[in-house]
T-cell receptor, first 116, second 110 residues
Framework: DGGITQSPKYLFRKEGQNVTLSCEQN?????MYWYRQDPGQGLRLIYY???????QKGDIAEGYSVSREKKESFPLTVTSAQKNPTAFYLC???????????????FGPGTRLTVL | GQQVMQIPQYQHVQEGEDFTTYCNSS?????IQWYKQRPGGHPVFLIQ?????EVKKQKRLTFQFGEAKKNSSLHITATQTTDVGTYFC??????????FGSGTQLTVLP
């Protein structure tokens, strides 16, 4: 059954701690994305990767880091430098790379991060 | 970078009434996509429009792309409770990645 999985669904962390959110896809997609969603707002792009071992900053990359060592995996680390990390984090993937915005994006179920 | 503005932010309708959400850009868009996010869920792709003046229908949903390719709309005829959710438009932003509008949250009252 193809799709995108994110874990955990809910995550709590203490202020000052780093935390890593998992994103795995078995759709054989080249491109993967991380978005942040705050209540009543749209999705804002954190990082994206068009190919293995390469990734670019999105609109709100400060305080976040990523890696793309495998095609299937694109983990996101929320560092202690992120001033307001409480949010809903969504991972997505699409078929083609090359910076195209023409491709349908498939989203995972999301991780809701709360900083205590 | 490129922004797409979406209105209204919230819309409450009685079941059976129609609903429309609008997406506007200050610059020409090469394409626009629409997504639906159910409460507590994740966005799901609905459709993509590419051509000037394009109109596409999916059952009770009608999607339009303006002649100038600067605006788009989603119209739902005779809403049902299953239509509840937030509808997002998304267009090309910086580095040709998608930029999402702020969404229109639709509530359908039975």
């Amino acid at each position: 059954d193809g799709g995108i999985t994110q874990s955990p669904k809910y995550l709590f962390r203490k202020e000052g701690q780093n935390v890593t959110l998992s994103c795995e896809q078995n759709l054989n997609h080249d491109a993967m994305y991380w978005y942040r969603q705050d209540p009543g707002q749209g999705l804002r792009l954190i990082y994206y990767s068009q190919i293995v071992n390469d990734f670019q900053k999105g609109d709100i990359a400060e305080g976040y880091s990523v890696s793309r060592e495998k095609k299937e995996s694109f983990p996101l680390t929320v560092t202690s430098a992120q001033k307001n990390p409480t949010a809903f984090y969504l991972c997505a993937s699409s078929i083609a790379s090359g910076g195209s915005s023409y491709n349908e994006q498939f989203f995972g179920p999301g991780t809701r991060l709360t900083v205590l | 970078g490129q922004q797409v503005m979406q209105i209204p932010q919230y819309q409450h309708v009685q079941e059976g009434e129609d609903f429309t959400t609008y997406c506007n850009s200050s610059t020409t868009l090469s394409n626009i996509q629409w997504y639906k996010q159910r409460p507590g869920g994740h966005p799901v792709f609905l459709i993509q429009l590419v051509k000037s003046g394009e109109v596409k229908k999916q059952k009770r949903l009608t999607f339009q792309f303006g002649e100038a390719k600067k605006n788009s709309s989603l119209h739902i005829t005779a809403t049902q409770t299953t239509d509840v959710g937030t509808y997002f438009c998304a267009g090309p932003g910086s580095a040709r990645q998608l930029t999402f509008g702020s969404g229109t949250q639709l509530t359908v009252l039975p």
